[in-house]
């Protein structure tokens, strides 16, 4: 093998290996077909164990179809990240079509998915620790989100 066959080879090795980023959490959460109640609080409880503290980026993983009536949606975030009987709360706005209807994110047909980076943290203690996530909309029935995620990589 000639050595510029070789770097083009290696080239991408090297930039891959610059990756540091590494899924610790990934789940969705599927909604029913009728919609997704304002009274309906997703779940999302997970293990963070590490002897040395850590910083992670938390993204909201969004499906929705094209029957969402929106070009945005607000997602509300209750955690207790800081203590574990404490809850802290926070908010997402996040446009999920271009201001000419044009769906952003990836997908085909009538189905499209979108990931939205919420916030980097540092837990302050190691453990179990619950995301409590529910919709910000007006809506007492969202319809046209069949599913909602959430993802931890450590950073």
Same mark, same amino acid.
């Given at each position: 093998m000639n050595k510029a066959v070789r770097s083009l080879f290696f080239v991408p090795l090297i930039l891959l290996a610059g990756c540091t980023g590494s899924t610790v959490y990934h789940s969705y959460?599927?909604?029913?077909?009728?919609?997704?109640s304002?009274?309906?609080t997703l779940f999302h409880t997970v293990s963070l164990q590490d002897s040395l503290p850590a910083q992670y980026l938390l993204s909201a993983e969004i499906r929705n179809n094209g029957s969402y009536?929106?070009?945005?949606i607000y997602l509300l975030l209750h955690h207790n990240l800081a203590d574990s009987c404490l809850y802290?709360?926070?908010?997402l706005h996040i446009t999920l079509a271009g201001e000419e209807g044009t769906w952003l994110g990836s997908g085909f047909g009538n189905r499209y998915q979108l990931s939205a980076p919420w916030?980097?943290?540092t837990p302050s203690r190691s453990g179990i620790h619950t995301?409590? =996530?529910t919709h910000g909309m007006q809506d007492t029935l =969202?319809?046209?989100?069949?599913d909602?995620?959430?993802k931890i990589e450590k950073q």
């Open positions: 959460s599927p909604l029913p077909p009728e919609g997704w304002k009274s309906d009536p929106y070009r945005d802290q709360a926070d908010t916030f980097t943290f995301f409590k =996530l =969202l319809k046209g989100i069949p909602i995620g959430l």
